[in-house]
């Protein structure tokens, strides 16, 4: 499966973003689906994933209560709504898609991923 990215950008601190991910190449809802992200010189790290249906979902402590992981099939797509958002939010952030990927998945286990589209908090 082939994963785009976008949505990222400049915003203020207390800002939101969306950002989303259109698949192509295979039926989406046969994969979990997440997002994650990644600041220079740390290890890429899940923030939110969802999956195949989009009715159960798994946040990182940084992302509960701010970030929202959202999944639209029909249209291959899913979806991250960010709000709150603060400097140490900035980073690139990734979608992906694997047959399975829930709380316990390691990021280098996850066989498909998107272009990165930068996320940069600053006033």
């Known amino acids: 499966v082939q994963l785009q990215a976008s949505g990222g950008g400049l915003v203020q601190p207390g800002g939101s973003l969306r950002l989303a991910c259109v698949a192509s190449?295979?039926?989406?809802?046969?994969?979990?689906a997440g997002w994650a992200r990644q600041v220079p010189g740390k290890e890429r790290e899940f923030v939110a994933v969802?999956?195949?249906?989009?009715?159960?979902?798994y946040y990182a402590e940084s992302a509960k209560g701010r970030f929202t992981i959202s999944r639209d099939n029909a249209k291959n797509m899913v979806y991250l709504q960010m709000n709150s958002l603060n400097p140490e939010d900035t980073a690139v952030y990734f979608c992906a898609a694997d047959r399975r990927i829930d709380s316990t998945t390691a990021v280098r286990n996850v066989g498909y991923w998107g272009q990165g589209t930068q996320v940069t908090v600053s006033s």
């Open positions: 969802t999956n195949r249906g989009g009715g159960s979902t």
């Open positions: 190449g295979r039926t989406f809802g046969n994969y979990a």
